[in-house]
């Protein structure tokens, strides 16, 4: 992939403005996107967007289309967070762009960057409930970290550059840029590259160096202190640099659902996941710690529990790159503003290391004492079991994805997550059927890499569709579906909470192989726990891609558990691991 053009100086361009040649919006906008170094892109046709397809016909850009633009959203979200890079997706106006809505927020909600291009009517029909009209830029306004339409072509070079560089600094996130079909027809000259100046968008890069000092100061002052972890610091590519400060100081760490993948769980000083369906020494090393290092984290009620309580003997340290999330829920001490990647490696130089042994002690015993478990005695499939023994058969290799339910809390707490961008899941906006296309984006964006999504039934079944995708284009992705023939969650907490009234929470789902088989992948049918085994590795020799569907335990659930509103230490379901010591 050629590297994209960021902050170019003036003079690296060295030809004059009227020595560019005149273009047709469509073709600046393919222009642009080659020069911003995008190399595939995910996208569903329609009427206001066919000049633009059709400069797309003999372009150099890998063009996936999926079965529906949510998928299409989702596939550019998995490229992105497998990438690093930014994903792009283009839709049509009205239903194609209402359609990537979805995609877009949970985009937004993880602080995925992608930029999505949607073509709108005539500008001389918008507002007048034109053919396929929507006001996709109402409609995106909060979803998006930026978004714009551009109704004169001279606008649109600038815009474009100005999209993907919004969508990778600072805090990532997706941009929209609706473009009108007489724009992309129109004609102007190309504009040269200059530097990106946006008024009242300046990241802040580097961390303010007294604040870096005053926060290694804490930590070398700290007893019992915690690193807490976020997707931040996967999409500053900043593991490296944490692992560098954890070591020297000797800290161990926690990580949230999408912080997972950040610091490698096989070492000794990972806490693994904290939060509601966190590991009890990672809650409880939270709610004792004397000091918290919240780093690329924004303390989302998931991991906080009841705000008031939580963390209550720390002193808190918050690195960040946005601004507005420090202090947002919970009161920060020492706040850092900047990239994690600088910030740490700063830090890392303060630090020194500190032995901590009635910390470390303490640590040891909850660990001993209340490890994840699940009845491997039983002679039904239990899920835990299945994400086991794929870990034992993948390992390291694997990337892999997750739809969302209980099946996605046992992803994270049974697989070992040792790497970055190894682990793809919708956290913040817990989108159902964000997997298989997220795998798909993902295996685009790393074709020899192994791509598992491990999915729900429920939540398979709402972009099953997109098997097709993977078919037309032959990705070998594989989906393991944890079939209990529930939304196991909503049941969970309605068994919990609602007294077992299982009100709405089960679906008649399909045969899943047969299904995938019809549009032309390999389907396997699990039903016994003898053949997990067998199956995965079947799975693992296919070239096409292969659906196993894993008819697990029915009822099982997710423990431990911090019910909503509780304390992080309140956790549920550690007298039923205890019991199964
Ligand atoms: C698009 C969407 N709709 C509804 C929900 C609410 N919800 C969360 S988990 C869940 C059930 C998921 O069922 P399944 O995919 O089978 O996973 P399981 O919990 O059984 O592992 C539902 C309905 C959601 N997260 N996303
Ligand atoms: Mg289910």
Same mark, same amino acid.
């Given at each position: 992939?050629?590297?994209?053009?960021?902050?170019?100086?003036?003079?690296?361009?060295?030809?004059?403005?009227?020595?560019?040649?005149?273009?047709?919006?469509?073709?600046?906008?393919?222009?642009?996107?080659?020069?911003?170094?995008?190399?595939?892109?995910?996208?569903?046709?329609?009427?206001?967007?066919?000049?633009?397809?059709?400069?797309?016909?003999?372009?150099?850009?890998?063009?996936?289309?999926?079965?529906?633009?949510?998928?299409?959203?989702?596939?550019?979200?998995?490229?992105?967070?497998?990438?690093?890079?930014?994903?792009?997706?283009?839709?049509?106006?009205?239903?194609?762009?209402?359609?990537?809505?979805?995609?877009?927020?949970?985009?937004?909600?993880?602080?995925?960057?992608?930029?999505?291009?949607?073509?709108?009517?005539?500008?001389?029909?918008?507002?007048?409930?034109?053919?396929?009209?929507?006001?996709?830029?109402?409609?995106?306004?909060?979803?998006?970290?930026?978004?714009?339409?551009?109704?004169?072509?001279?606008?649109?070079?600038?815009?474009?550059?100005?999209?993907?560089?919004?969508?990778?600094?600072?805090?990532?996130?997706?941009?929209?840029?609706? &473009?009108?079909?007489? +724009?992309? %027809?129109?004609?102007?000259?190309?504009?040269?590259? #200059?530097? =990106?100046?946006?008024?009242?968008? *300046?990241?802040?890069?580097?961390?303010?160096?007294?604040?870096?000092?005053?926060?290694?100061?804490?930590?070398?002052?700290?007893?019992?202190?915690?690193?807490?972890?976020?997707?931040?610091?996967?999409?500053?590519?900043?593991?490296?640099?944490?692992?560098?400060?954890?070591?020297?100081?000797?800290?161990?760490?926690?990580?949230?659902?999408?912080?997972?993948?950040?610091?490698?769980?096989?070492?000794?000083?990972?806490?693994?996941?904290?939060?509601?369906?966190?590991?009890?020494?990672?809650?409880?090393?939270?709610?004792?710690?004397?000091?918290?290092?919240?780093?690329?984290?924004?303390?989302?009620?998931?991991?906080?529990?009841?705000?008031?309580?939580?963390?209550?003997?720390?002193?808190?340290?918050?690195?960040?790159?946005?601004?507005?999330? &420090?202090?947002?829920? +919970?009161? %920060?001490?020492?706040?850092?503003?900047?990239?994690? #990647?600088? =910030?740490?490696?700063?830090?890392? *130089?303060?630090?020194?290391?500190?032995?901590?042994?009635?910390?470390?002690?303490?640590?040891?015993?909850?660990?001993?004492?209340?490890?994840?478990?699940?009845?491997?005695?039983?002679?039904?499939?239990?899920?835990?079991?299945?994400?086991?023994?794929?870990?034992?058969?993948?390992?390291?290799?694997?990337?892999?994805?997750?739809?969302?339910?209980?099946?996605?809390?046992?992803?994270?707490?049974?697989?070992?997550?040792?790497?970055?961008?190894?682990?793809?899941?919708?956290?913040?906006?817990?989108?159902?059927?964000?997997?298989?296309?997220?795998?798909?984006?993902?295996?685009?964006?790393?074709?020899?890499?192994?791509?598992?999504?491990?999915?729900?039934?429920?939540?398979?079944?709402?972009?099953?569709?997109?098997?097709?995708?993977?078919?037309?284009?032959?990705?070998?992705?594989? %989906?393991?579906?944890?079939?209990?023939?529930?939304?196991?969650?909503?049941?969970?907490?309605?068994?919990?909470?609602?007294?077992?009234?299982?009100?709405?929470?089960?679906?008649?789902?399909?045969?899943?192989?047969?299904?995938?088989?019809?549009?032309?992948?390999?389907?396997?049918?699990?039903?016994?726990?003898?053949?997990?085994?067998?199956?995965?590795?079947?799975?693992?020799?296919?070239?096409?891609?292969?659906?196993?569907?894993?008819?697990?335990?029915?009822?099982?659930?997710?423990?431990?558990?911090?019910?909503?509103?509780?304390?992080?230490?309140?956790?549920?379901?550690?007298?039923?691991?205890?019991?199964?010591?």
């Amino acid at each position: 992939m050629k590297k994209p053009l960021t902050h170019p100086s003036q003079d690296s361009f060295p030809q004059s403005p009227s020595a560019l040649p005149v273009k047709t919006g469509a073709e600046i906008v393919v222009e642009t996107l080659i020069e911003q170094g995008v190399d595939i892109m995910f996208g569903y046709p329609g009427g206001v967007v066919l000049p633009l397809f059709d400069r797309l016909y003999d372009a150099p850009i890998k063009f996936i289309i999926p079965r529906h633009e949510q998928g299409g959203a989702h596939m550019a979200d998995g490229y992105a967070r497998a990438s690093g890079k930014v994903g792009v997706v283009l839709t049509t106006s009205g239903p194609g762009a209402c359609n990537l809505t979805t995609g877009i927020a949970n985009a937004m909600m993880d602080s995925v960057p992608i930029v999505a291009l949607t073509g709108q009517v005539r500008t001389e029909l918008i507002g007048n409930d034109a053919f396929q009209e929507a006001d996709t830029t109402g409609v995106t306004r909060s979803i998006t970290k930026h978004n714009v339409i551009v109704k004169d072509v001279k606008d649109l070079q600038q815009t474009i550059r100005e999209a993907f560089y919004i969508a990778r600094t600072g805090r990532p996130g997706p941009v929209l840029i609706d &473009i009108p079909v007489d +724009v992309e %027809v129109a004609k102007c000259q190309l504009q040269p590259l #200059k530097e =990106i100046n946006l008024p009242g968008y *300046k990241p802040q890069e580097k961390g303010h160096l007294r604040q870096i000092k005053m926060a290694a100061e804490a930590i070398n002052k700290s007893e019992r202190p915690v690193v807490y972890v976020g997707g931040g610091v996967i999409s500053a590519n900043a593991s490296e640099e944490l692992r560098a400060l954890a070591q020297k100081a000797n800290l161990p760490v926690a990580m949230t659902l999408l912080g997972l993948g950040s610091y490698d769980q096989m070492r000794p000083e990972s806490l693994d996941m904290l939060g509601m369906h966190g590991t009890a020494y990672a809650n409880f090393a939270v709610q004792e710690c004397d000091l918290l290092i919240a780093v690329g984290a924004r303390f989302d009620d998931r991991v906080t529990g009841k705000v008031k309580t939580f963390a209550p003997n720390a002193k808190i340290i918050h690195i960040d790159i946005d601004p507005s999330s &420090i202090s947002k829920n +919970v009161a %920060v001490d020492i706040p850092v503003v900047g990239d994690a #990647k600088f =910030i740490l490696a700063e830090m890392a *130089k303060e630090v020194r290391h500190k032995e901590r042994k009635e910390w470390f002690d303490k640590i040891a015993d909850w660990k001993k004492r209340f490890p994840l478990r699940y009845d491997t005695a039983s002679s039904n499939i239990k899920p835990q079991y299945v994400i086991e023994q794929l870990w034992e058969a993948t390992k390291e290799r694997a990337i892999i994805v997750t739809g969302v339910g209980q099946h996605q809390m046992w992803t994270a707490q049974f697989y070992k997550h040792t790497r970055p961008r190894h682990f793809i899941t919708s956290g913040g906006l817990g989108t159902m059927g964000f997997g298989l296309p997220a795998a798909i984006g993902a295996q685009i964006a790393r074709p020899d890499a192994l791509v598992i999504d491990i999915d729900g039934d429920s939540s398979f079944n709402m972009t099953l569709t997109e098997i097709s995708t993977a078919v037309q284009y032959e990705l070998p992705i594989k %989906v393991c579906i944890i079939n209990n023939g529930y939304m196991g969650m909503v049941r969970q907490w309605q068994e919990l909470f609602y007294n077992k009234r299982y009100s709405k929470s089960f679906l008649k789902n399909p045969e899943f192989a047969a299904v995938a088989q019809a549009i032309g992948a390999v389907g396997i049918t699990v039903e016994k726990k003898n053949e997990v085994k067998s199956a995965i590795e079947k799975m693992l020799k296919e070239k096409k891609p292969c659906v196993v569907d894993f008819k697990v335990e029915r009822e099982e659930n997710v423990w431990p558990m911090v019910a909503a509103g509780k304390s992080l230490h309140e956790m549920d379901g550690l007298d039923i691991f205890e019991s199964m010591a």
